[in-house]
Nanobody, 115 residues
Framework: QVRVVESGGGLVQAGGSLRVSCAAS????????MGWYRQAPGKQRALVAG???????NYADPVKGRFTISRDNAKNTGYLQMNNLKPEDTGLYYC?????????WGQGTQVTVSS
């Protein structure tokens, strides 16, 4: 069973930056594409950014140019660098496989952006 632990969230003012991390067990990221998903208040969880096994990136339109997804296969760790944050970026951020998320979700990390 794959286990992932997200961290790095917090409270930040609009225009600020955060980097969230995802530590996975086993060879999670070297075998699969990785995605960051966000569950905003009152909304369903949705893809924010994806990184294929071949290194191709995919971003949701609202975050293009502001967020950058990356991973370190040797450390089994993934990252999401978030710049110029906006209040609408607020939510619980999860990492999972991409493009098809596995049934195994971590606890997520909360990102709150104040206006």
């Amino acid at each position: 069973q794959v286990r992932v632990v997200e961290s790095g969230g917090g409270l930040v003012q609009a225009g600020g930056s955060l980097r969230v991390s995802c530590a996975a067990s086993g060879s999670f990221f070297s075998l699969y594409g990785m995605g960051w998903y966000r569950q905003a208040p009152g909304k369903q969880r949705a893809l924010v950014a994806g990184l294929s096994g071949g290194g191709r990136t995919n971003y949701a339109d609202p975050v293009k140019g502001r967020f950058t997804i990356s991973r370190d296969n040797a450390k089994n760790t993934g990252y999401l660098q978030m710049n110029n944050l906006k209040p609408e970026d607020t939510g619980l951020y999860y990492c999972n496989t991409y493009p098809n998320p596995s049934p195994y979700w971590g606890q997520g990390t909360q990102v709150t952006v104040s206006s």
